[in-house]
């Protein structure tokens, strides 16, 4: 392997020991206690256990008649068998008093079995909605028939039957989706305990640059790599932080570097690729510890990985994207979101991959790892990879376009169409196009 003199590292990473360098330098971060609800998304930093059954009584499944099985053994529509009705529970009460006998009590979803029941017979197995356009109301339904027999047990939702007390119900670690806010709720919890948000400094850089919004100038550029950048960091947990951009002299980069190190991490677009040995690197290099690298995938070569020390000697790792606006996403997606996911708690840290059927050629002519971006649809039961058309990084509406990633490796000089592939997914599903 050739190494760089400069740098003692190989001239060109793979993007393993790429990602494995940078995430090497991330930590999970402190934790905070949360409302539940604004913990969405976040990682679960304890475990969770219940102290109480849940449901915490059997209760009904149905709107019917709790009775005992034997009191409508043999019933049918033919042979209906009279039942007395002695009271009435709505969900929130309790029973106040048993079932014996031929005796009913007329019982809504979710009120607690009164003793005596094991089974409720459901409105539909009997006579209550003739009664009912008979018009009477239901307090004035003393008998009921039943068509229909019951089986112990039937319609009834057992206590304890989605959580036991006791029970660990969410591990450590786990990832609070929609259904753990809800299961959170459910044991009574009001507050959780989770891994904090990172907070993601990012500075575009580049005397080219203006910002949306501004009027449009010849020669100039409006800074996009800001915003998806940004949204990107959002997209993964983290707080953006948009700091602007630096201009491409020394005391504009050092006045953004200094807001940018009061954050968990700090993120640079351009000013890492070969034609660009100047301030920005200078900079960089001269304040931290910062290697350049070439990563042997493309887009996405350029990038430059160090860390910074900020106020209080706190280490802030640092990613120099490259300028190219692809390849600031594609690296982003590579090898910032691994690590971003690592400092929230994370540990699978892969997207979705699937096989699917190139629609096109790719053409690998230095050996690289290709990222090519693709369109992915579903036909027949197998996916397809369609690329959306000119793969420049600097076309971000290909970007755009795109939901996943076919990826041609290193040594693979050309993939041709009917060739199967592997694609990271962007965007899960992908059922879109689907014959
Ligand atoms: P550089 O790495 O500075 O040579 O930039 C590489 C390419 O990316 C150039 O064409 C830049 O104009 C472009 N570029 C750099 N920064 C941005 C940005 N924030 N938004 C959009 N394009 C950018
Ligand atoms: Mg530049």
Same mark, same amino acid.
């Given at each position: 392997?050739?190494?760089?003199?400069?740098?003692?590292?190989?001239?060109?990473?793979?993007?393993?020991?790429?990602?494995?360098?940078?995430?090497?330098?991330?930590?999970?971060?402190? #934790?905070?206690?949360?409302?539940?609800?604004?913990?969405?998304?976040?990682?679960?930093?304890?475990?969770?256990?219940?102290?109480?059954?849940?449901?915490?009584?059997?209760?009904?499944?149905?709107?019917?008649?709790?009775?005992?099985?034997?009191?409508?053994?043999?019933?049918?529509?033919?042979?209906?068998?009279?039942?007395?009705?002695?009271?009435?529970?709505?969900?929130?009460?309790?029973?106040?008093?048993?079932?014996?006998?031929?005796?009913?009590?007329?019982?809504?979803?979710?009120?607690?079995?009164?003793?005596?029941?094991?089974?409720?017979?459901?409105?539909?197995?009997?006579?209550?909605?003739?009664?009912?356009?008979?018009?009477?109301?239901?307090?004035?339904?003393?008998?009921?028939?039943?068509?229909?027999?019951?089986?112990?047990?039937?319609?009834?939702?057992?206590?304890?039957?989605?959580?036991?007390?006791?029970?660990?119900?969410?591990?450590?670690?786990?990832?609070?989706?929609?259904?753990?806010?809800?299961?959170?709720?459910?044991?009574?919890?009001? #507050?959780?305990?989770?891994?904090?948000?990172?907070?993601?400094?990012?500075?575009?850089?580049?005397?080219?640059?203006?910002?949306?919004?501004?009027?449009?100038?010849?020669?100039?550029?409006?800074?996009?790599?800001?915003?998806?950048?940004?949204?990107?960091?959002?997209?993964?947990?983290?707080?953006?932080?948009?700091?602007?951009?630096?201009?491409?002299?020394?005391?504009?980069?050092?006045?953004?570097?200094?807001?940018?190190?009061?954050?968990?991490?700090?993120?640079?677009?351009?000013?890492?690729?070969?034609?660009?040995?100047?301030?920005?690197?200078?900079?960089?290099?001269?304040?931290?510890?910062?290697?350049?690298?070439?990563?042997?995938?493309?887009?996405?070569?350029?990038?430059?990985?160090?860390?910074? #020390?900020?106020?209080?000697?706190?280490?802030?790792?640092?990613?120099?994207?490259?300028?190219?606006?692809?390849?600031?996403?594609?690296?982003?997606?590579?090898?910032?979101?691994?690590?971003?996911?690592?400092?929230?708690?994370?540990?699978?840290?892969?997207?979705?991959?699937?096989?699917?059927?190139?629609?096109?050629?790719?053409?690998?002519?230095?050996?690289?790892?290709?990222?090519?971006?693709?369109?992915? #649809?579903?036909?027949?039961?197998?996916?397809?990879?369609?690329?959306?058309?000119?793969?420049?990084?600097?076309?971000?509406?290909?970007?755009?376009?795109?939901?996943?990633?076919?990826?041609?490796?290193?040594?693979?000089?050309?993939?041709?169409?009917?060739?199967?592939?592997?694609?990271?997914?962007?965007?899960?599903?992908?059922?879109?196009?689907?014959?």
């Amino acid at each position: 392997m050739s190494m760089n003199v400069e740098t003692g590292l190989p001239y060109m990473l793979s993007v393993e020991d790429a990602r494995a360098r940078i995430l090497n330098m991330f930590e999970v971060l402190e #934790t905070e206690r949360k409302p539940i609800l604004d913990a969405l998304g976040q990682t679960l930093a304890e475990d969770v256990s219940s102290t109480l059954d849940i449901p915490p009584l059997t209760n009904s499944a149905m709107d019917g008649y709790a009775v005992h099985h034997e009191a409508v053994a043999g019933a049918s529509e033919a042979n209906p068998i009279e039942l007395r009705v002695v009271g009435h529970l709505a969900a929130g009460e309790l029973p106040g008093q048993s079932v014996e006998g031929a005796n009913a009590i007329r019982i809504m979803t979710g009120a607690p079995i009164p003793l005596g029941a094991d089974t409720v017979v459901p409105f539909e197995e009997t006579d209550e909605f003739e009664r009912k356009s008979r018009g009477l109301s239901p307090s004035e339904i003393t008998e009921i028939r039943v068509m229909k027999e019951a089986a112990v047990g039937a319609n009834l939702r057992p206590a304890g039957q989605d959580v036991r007390k006791g029970q660990m119900v969410l591990e450590r670690g786990t990832l609070l989706r929609p259904s753990e806010i809800g299961v959170l709720a459910s044991l009574g919890r009001d #507050t959780v305990e989770v891994v904090r948000r990172p907070v993601v400094a990012v500075i575009a850089t580049g005397d080219e640059l203006i910002e949306p919004g501004d009027p449009a100038e010849a020669g100039k550029i409006y800074n996009s790599n800001s915003y998806g950048v940004a949204a990107e960091v959002l997209r993964y947990g983290g707080i953006p932080k948009l700091l602007g951009i630096a201009r491409d002299n020394l005391e504009s980069m050092n006045a953004k570097l200094d807001e940018g190190l009061t954050a968990d991490v700090l993120l640079t677009s351009a000013g890492v690729s070969r034609g660009d040995y100047d301030i920005v690197k200078d900079v960089l290099a001269s304040r931290g510890q910062i290697d350049f690298w070439s990563v042997r995938m493309r887009p996405a070569k350029p990038l430059a990985f160090g860390v910074f #020390t900020g106020q209080g000697g706190r280490l802030v790792p640092h990613v120099g994207l490259p300028g190219n606006p692809v390849s600031a996403l594609v690296a982003f997606e590579e090898l910032v979101r691994p690590a971003l996911l690592k400092m929230q708690g994370r540990t699978d840290l892969e997207k979705a991959m699937i096989r699917a059927v190139l629609e096109d050629d790719i053409v690998n002519s230095d050996e690289r790892r290709v990222y090519a971006r693709a369109v992915i #649809t579903r036909r027949n039961g197998r996916y397809y990879a369609r690329l959306t058309g000119d793969q420049g990084s600097g076309v971000l509406t290909s970007m755009a376009l795109a939901n996943g990633l076919a990826i041609c490796p290193e040594d693979v000089p050309v993939m041709r169409a009917g060739q199967e592939v592997d694609v990271q997914m962007l965007d899960w599903p992908v059922d879109a196009g689907q014959a």
